[in-house]
């Protein structure tokens, strides 16, 4: 039974080729990195978001019959204003949020292989097969939450109302662009670089538990948070560390995550971690209760996610890692593999 948590070969190289340190001292950095990658992330969205402020007509309007008050004036009408600009442009603000998660990445492989010297096959970026992995995680992703809706209809708490043809295609395909970049993000971050690291220097299990635990906190200034989205938020974060530990690849969980969130809210119409979603192919209405299907914070807050997300983990706990034979070698002092 010792393969049942057997490190894989991203793993193993990362534990051969960087210095070895201590869980205190990788989690200081991992918040040091996720705390600079959240300010390049505000900067990205700066210029979009003031763009969207400023070319608002009825904003502008205001500041021009006041551009005479003083400072403190001026700032309490942007105040006033900015919520109701934000509401009016909610989906251009979601995709901003989305599309400045690039930051992340960003920072992370910067700090990966500038810093560390790691390789960018140890944060899981497999060159063979990479588009069969993504796409059997797109496959995965979509029959999981497909699975979970179908619950929360027949539980009777929501209702499917009918398809929604106003909605604008572009939209939803900028949508799932969006979702690319951030599903990628946060598996970059949280697996790929936290979950390799401390399995590196600790072992897998600490890792999975640890970084799951991250994975959920991150959440907890969502709207309609609650104790039982953060159980879901930890075990979707422990499936998505043994998808990683099992492929060996990030290529698969980044899509899983991908197709996860934007088949929740922009192919079924529920909400995305408390986040509410406009721009949706089908449309769906919360009629009664909140215990499988989340009510406000989406079915990620319900019964449904944590049945479907339990079987996915037994599944992979019980699967074998996929072997990457001869995954490094050493020639010259440099680590070459076939695999990046």
């Not at 539980?155 to 951030?182: H, M, P």
């Not at 499936?239 to 088949?263: D, E, K, P, Q």
């Not at 990620?300 to 996929?322: D, P, R, S």
């Given at each position: 039974?010792d393969w049942l948590?057997?490190?894989n070969?991203a793993?193993?190289?990362t ?5 070895r340190r201590k869980f205190?001292?990788?989690g200081l950095?991992?918040l040091?990195?996720f705390?600079i990658s ?11 978001t003031y763009a ?5 007509e009825?904003?502008?309007n ?11 004036t001026?700032?309490?009408i942007v105040e006033e204003?900015?919520p109701i600009i934000i509401?009016?442009n909610?989906?251009a ?8 998660t690039?930051?992340?990445?960003i920072?992370?492989l ?7 010297k790691r390789?960018?096959f140890t944060?899981?970026f497999v060159?063979k ?5 993504y796409a059997?995680g797109?496959l ?5 939450f ?8 027949l539980s009777?708490?929501?209702k499917?109302?009918?398809f ?5 295609i572009g939209?939803?395909?900028?949508f799932?662009?969006?979702f690319?970049?951030q ?6 971050l949280?697996r790929?670089?936290?979950f390799v690291t401390c399995?590196?220097?600790?072992n897998?299990?600490?890792s ?9 906190a991150l959440?907890l200034?969502?709207?309609n ?7 879901n938020?930890?075990?979707f974060?422990?499936f998505?560390a043994?998808?990683?530990?099992r492929?060996g690849s990030?290529?698969?969980i980044?899509a ?6 934007f088949?929740?809210?922009?192919i079924?119409?529920c909400?995305?971690s408390g986040?509410?979603?406009e721009?949706?192919l089908?449309l769906?209405?919360n009629?009664r209760?909140a215990?499988w299907?989340g009510?406000?914070?989406g ?5 449904a996610?944590?049945m479907i ?8 706990t019980f699967m ?9 070698s ?5 680590f070459?593999s076939?695999?990046y």
């Amino acid at each position: 039974m010792d393969w049942l948590f057997k490190s894989n070969s991203a793993i193993d190289e990362t534990a051969a080729t960087t210095k070895r340190r201590k869980f205190f001292a990788i989690g200081l950095t991992f918040l040091i990195v996720f705390y600079i990658s959240s300010i390049i992330s505000v900067l990205i969205s700066t210029v979009p978001t003031y763009a969207i402020l400023f070319g608002d007509e009825a904003f502008m309007n205001i500041i021009s019959e006041n551009i005479d008050s003083d400072y403190d004036t001026i700032m309490g009408i942007v105040e006033e204003q900015l919520p109701i600009i934000i509401e009016e442009n909610s989906s251009a603000i979601q995709m901003i949020n989305l599309f400045t998660t690039v930051g992340t990445i960003i920072c992370v492989l910067f700090y990966c292989i500038k810093i560390e010297k790691r390789r960018l096959f140890t944060l899981g970026f497999v060159k063979k097969g990479a588009l069969v992995e993504y796409a059997i995680g797109l496959l995965i992703g979509l029959l999981m939450f497909a699975s979970v809706y179908g619950i929360v209809l027949l539980s009777g708490e929501a209702k499917f109302i009918g398809f929604n043809f106003d909605v604008s295609i572009g939209t939803v395909l900028l949508f799932l662009l969006g979702f690319i970049i951030q599903g990628a993000s946060e598996e970059i971050l949280l697996r790929g670089y936290f979950f390799v690291t401390c399995a590196a220097n600790t072992n897998v299990i600490v890792s999975i538990l640890s970084s799951s635990v991250l994975f959920a906190a991150l959440h907890l200034g969502n709207p309609n948070f609650s104790l039982l989205a953060f159980v879901n938020l930890f075990l979707f974060g422990v499936f998505a560390a043994l998808y990683f530990l099992r492929r060996g690849s990030i290529w698969g969980i980044c899509a899983l995550h991908t197709i996860w969130n934007f088949a929740q809210g922009n192919i079924f119409g529920c909400n995305v971690s408390g986040m509410p979603m406009e721009d949706t192919l089908l449309l769906t209405e919360n009629v009664r209760g909140a215990v499988w299907s989340g009510s406000g914070f989406g079915p990620e807050g319900g019964i449904a996610v944590t049945m479907i997300l339990f079987i996915g983990i037994v599944t992979l706990t019980f699967m074998k890692n996929k072997e990457y034979d001869g995954f490094y070698s050493v020639e010259k002092g440099e680590f070459v593999s076939d695999y990046y």
